[in-house]
């Protein structure tokens, strides 16, 4: 088969499968009930999503997974959690993260 049409295949396919898993929620409203344990489950999927996002920036470098005090964007990231742990506040974890970054790549 054509390497083209194999992407345009793959390319329906998905959206055809992406239209039919949200406008489920469109189309069935209130009259799909979920089981209480998924609901429970599904109140974790953003910060699972968040976290699967900003994970791999702090953790990689390069290509690799780096523990090290070299890794700066990891330090301003334990910092910053240490913020919001202590304060909780946003702000000043976004504030304190930030600058923390800032400094280490200005010095560097």
């Known amino acids: 088969m054509n390497q083209a049409l194999?992407?345009?295949?793959?390319i329906v396919g998905v959206s055809l499968?992406?239209?039919?898993?949200?406008g489920s929620f469109v189309?069935?409203?209130s009259r799909l009930q979920l089981h209480p344990?998924?609901?429970k489950a599904l109140r974790f999927a953003?910060?699972?999503a968040l976290g699967a996002l900003v994970?791999?920036?702090l953790l990689?470098?390069?290509g690799h997974v780096d523990f090290s005090l070299a890794n700066q964007r990891l330090i301003a990231a334990f910092i910053a959690a240490l913020i919001m742990w202590r304060f909780k506040s946003m702000i000043w974890?976004?504030?304190?993260?930030?600058g923390i970054a800032t400094l280490m790549r200005l010095m560097s």
């Open 55 to 57: 994970l791999p920036a």
């Open 6 to 10: 194999l992407t345009w295949i793959a």
């Open 93 to 98: 974890t976004i504030v304190v993260g930030m």
């Open 37 to 39: 344990q998924i609901e």
């Open 27 to 29: 189309v069935f409203g």
């Open 60 to 62: 990689l470098r390069h």
């Open 17 to 22: 499968t992406t239209i039919a898993t949200r």
């Open 46 to 48: 953003p910060a699972a």
